[in-house]
């Protein structure tokens, strides 16, 4: 198939699972065609089947706000109409969806067909779709989609009720290749010497730092798992509440064990180096950050909130608490990192779920799947 794909190409969970989607189809002989702003951050630019057209917004002084939603749908009708793309996938609602709605309906005014699919990837729908403002745009850009898929059926009965949308909403979930997401034992002997002493557990956080993340309360647990052990935080990532977390850090005396490393490119070789990661999330819709820990064999301690408990299976492959509840993830952290038997039997079981339930290789051809469905379906019945 040709496959466009838009997404936020910076650093988020959403333009991390199109970047990945876009990979694996393309290795799967799929010719891709990204229509962003940038080039999504996780591309090399030298792979095969993958294609990237730049959307360049000219400003004008006249403009007090440059158009960009405009020339995004402006460009996505140009580069379906010149590949002959079969279908669209925009990640994240808005304003991808209405963006696809209007390039879909240029094209249909010169009798082309482009049918659009947008994924749901949980803040398009939690915070700013909820936001008044946007949220009759935001229903309309998912009802006039040919097909929607939610990142967890949480996320899907959320949208269904906030919205008041009957119509289908499929299912399928975050996924992570288990073989770029992996413990390399000899890599990890080179690398963890530049993080923490051989003594030292080393837990691991990863976000976009934004307030949804609570990344305060990362900074809570560590500083009670490392008043009773050694330990060192990995800070992977960076966003508005970086400072607080710097500045709490520094309140409970735990700064120095703590490595902000910014936003990363390759977190694959970072994650095996944890033994821990951190997610006290006030909601996530899947969790990825998670997952593609778990794949590195690194179990979570998580909060018990939105699409998480899809991913988690609370003592089994990591542990669920209440939000905010610092004092029983620090206690239970230092716990399994004093009880080698019980966190290998958790790490492995995190390994095991991510290859089992959530490997590229199962959930990318549920996507191809809805890709065809979509096109047979909105081909006959436009
Ligand atoms: O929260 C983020 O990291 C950003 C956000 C995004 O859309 O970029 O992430 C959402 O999408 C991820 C990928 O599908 C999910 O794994 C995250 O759970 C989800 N974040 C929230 O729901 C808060």
Do not use: W
């Not at 989607?21 to 080039?39: C, K, N, Q, V, Y």
């Not at 007090?64 to 009708?77: F, H, V």
């Not at 959320?158 to 413990?183: G, L």
């Amino acid at each position: 198939m040709k496959i466009g794909i838009t997404c936020y190409p910076t650093y988020g969970g959403s333009g991390v699972v199109a970047t990945e989607l876009g990979i694996e189809l393309a290795a799967r002989g799929h010719d891709i065609h990204f229509i962003t702003s940038a080039p999504p951050f996780r591309l090399t630019g030298r792979e095969a089947n993958i294609h990237f057209h730049e959307v360049s917004v000219s400003n004008y002084p006249l403009f007090e706000y440059p158009p960009y939603d405009l020339a995004l749908a402006t460009r996505m009708a140009e580069v379906a109409e010149l590949y002959s793309l079969d279908i669209l996938h925009v990640h994240y609602a808005i304003p991808h969806s209405v963006c696809a709605l209007l390039a879909r309906q240029m094209l249909a005014a010169r009798g082309k067909h482009l049918p659009f699919i947008t994924t749901l990837h949980g803040t398009d729908i939690t915070l700013v779709g909820l936001d008044r403002s946007y949220l009759p745009i935001t229903q309309f850009g998912i009802v006039q989609s040919d097909g929607v898929t939610a990142i967890s059926s949480h996320l899907r009965d959320r949208t269904r009720e906030a919205f008041n949308i009957s119509s289908e909403i499929e299912v399928i979930r975050n996924f992570v290749n288990c073989d770029v997401y992996q413990r390399d034992p000899a890599k990890v002997a080179t690398m963890r010497p530049l993080y923490a002493k051989p003594e030292e557990k080393i837990l691991a956080h990863l976000s976009n730092f934004r307030p949804v993340k609570r990344v305060t309360d990362v900074i809570e647990v560590f500083a009670r798992v490392a008043a009773a052990m050694p330990a060192r935080l990995l800070m992977i990532g960076d966003g508005p509440d970086r400072s607080a977390a710097e500045y709490l850090a520094a309140r409970l005396g735990v700064r120095d064990r703590i490595h902000f490393l910014g936003k990363q490119e390759n977190v694959n070789e970072l994650l095996p180096l944890a033994d821990l990661m951190i997610m006290p999330s006030e909601m996530e819709s899947f969790g990825l950050a998670a997952l593609e820990a778990m794949a590195c064999g690194v179990p979570a301690i998580a909060t018990r909130v939105g699409g998480v408990p899809e991913l988690i299976d609370d003592g089994i492959n990591g542990l669920l608490f209440p939000i905010g509840d610092v004092d029983a993830m620090g206690t239970a952290a230092t716990a399994l990192l004093s009880d080698p038997a019980a966190y290998r039997t958790m790490a492995e079981a995190a390994r095991k779920t991510a290859q089992d339930r959530f490997c590229a290789s199962r959930i990318i051809p549920l996507y191809e799947d809805y890709y065809q469905r979509v096109i047979t379906r909105t081909s006959t019945h436009p």
